[in-house]
């Protein structure tokens, strides 16, 4: 596509229920991010793929977020057992590499909210 | 390690006069500086960056940065400021060695009418 897709826009969950969080980058780019953007946080690095390489998970808070990649493209996020501290806005990027030349392009992003 | 800070969590300007957010960072080694900017309910948008070279990069909607190696700084900049500037603005730094930028806190610019 065009940009960076991430769906859906919006989601509420109540305490304790998983969510899934998806982006799509843009076609041709090998890299991937997720960030997370709380009020007054900045952006938090959550995980990051590369091609097929193994995923550099060092950002992720706790072991109730993981994240895949499926064929070099698609990518989910997946929060179980969600709590209120979760409420935020999950933004992805894509790179076309990993060459410093590059920017990323970011989606729009998931505002979940945790009630 | 890296790091970025932004200092300032707002910044107010009158349209028509200069603005300057501001950007400092810390890398090992030779940095890689972007800003972008966000706009409500938006994605972030790439604005410039700075890999090598002139120390002065120009970008989107007429925003400028500089690049300065001994103050450790890429102020953004644009001479003269519109309303349809106001936004959050987002500076990033990653080292030569890394492959994941880090993010400033992001500054929020109101430009007054």
């Known amino acids: 596509g065009a940009g960076v897709s991430q769906s859906p826009s919006n989601k509420v969950t109540e305490k304790g229920k998983d969510v899934e969080l998806r982006c799509d980058p843009i076609?041709?780019?090998?890299?991937l991010y997720w960030y997370r953007q709380s009020l007054g946080q900045g952006l938090e690095f959550l995980i990051y793929?590369?091609?097929?390489?193994?995923?550099?998970k060092s950002g992720l808070p706790s072991d109730r977020f993981s994240a895949e990649r499926t064929g070099g493209s698609v990518s989910t996020l997946t929060i179980q057992r969600t709590q209120q501290e979760d409420s935020a806005v999950y933004l992805c990027?894509?790179?076309?590499?990993?060459?410093?030349?590059?920017?990323?392009?970011f989606g729009s992003g998931t505002r979940l909210t945790v009630v | 390690a890296q790091s970025v800070a932004q200092p300032e969590d707002q910044v107010n300007v009158a349209e028509g006069n200069p603005l300057t957010v501001k950007c400092t960072y810390s890398?090992?080694?030779?940095?890689?500086l972007f800003w972008y900017v966000q706009y409500p309910n938006r994605g972030l948008q790439f604005l410039l960056k700075?890999?090598?070279?002139?120390?002065l990069v120009k970008g989107s909607y007429g925003f400028e940065a500089e690049f300065n190696k001994s103050q450790t700084s890429f102020h953004l900049k644009k001479p003269s400021a519109l309303v349809s500037d106001s936004a959050l603005y987002f500076c990033?730094?990653?080292?030569?060695?890394?492959?994941?930028?880090?993010f400033g806190r992001g500054t929020s610019l109101i430009v007054h009418p």
């Open positions: 700075y890999i090598t070279g002139d120390n």
């Open positions: 990033a730094v990653k080292s030569g060695g890394s492959y994941i930028p880090t």
């Open positions: 793929f590369q091609g097929n390489s193994a995923p550099d």
């Open positions: 890398v090992s080694g030779n940095p890689y």
């Open positions: 990027a894509s790179s076309i590499g990993q060459s410093e030349g590059y920017g990323y392009t």
């Open positions: 076609s041709g780019h090998t890299a």
